[in-house]
Nanobody, 121 residues
Framework: QVRLVESGGALVQAGGSLTLSCEAH????????MGWYRQAPGNARELVAN???????EYADSVKGRFTISRDYAKNAVYLQMNSLKPEDTAVYYCNANRLAWAGGYEFDFWGQGTQVTVSS
């Protein structure tokens, strides 16, 4: 079995900070691009940030300068440091791996279960 397990979601006041974590569990051989997406009620799921195996990163314009994505290749993990949080950052945050090789084969466009981030004003 392979899973992406997220943690770190919480209720925080505007201006505060949170760090989200996501780790691939299972017998993992390699993971491609990892990213964070979010979905607020009534809205489509949107890209927040992603990080390629090279370390190259991409951010949504709305989070540039406030959020930082990083990964730990040894742990098959990805993190999202979120600073200066705003109420509009409130959403369920999902971890994604575009490709994952594990003992059972390959997974593509693989998702975690999501973690709730709520920013109060």
């Amino acid at each position: 079995q392979v899973r992406l397990v997220e943690s770190g979601g919480a209720l925080v006041q505007a201006g505060g900070s949170l760090t989200l974590s996501c780790e691939a569990h299972g017998t993992i051989f390699s993971v491609g691009t990892m990213g964070w997406y979010r979905q607020a009620p009534g809205n489509a799921r949107e890209l927040v940030a992603n990080i390629q195996t090279s370390g190259a990163t991409e951010y949504a314009d709305s989070v540039k300068g406030r959020f930082t994505i990083s990964r730990d290749y040894a742990k098959n993990a990805v993190y999202l440091q979120m600073n200066s949080l705003k109420p509009e950052d409130t959403a369920v945050y999902y971890c994604n791996a575009n490709r994952l090789a594990w003992a059972g084969g390959y997974e593509f466009d693989f998702w975690g279960q999501g973690t709730q981030v709520t920013v109060s004003s």
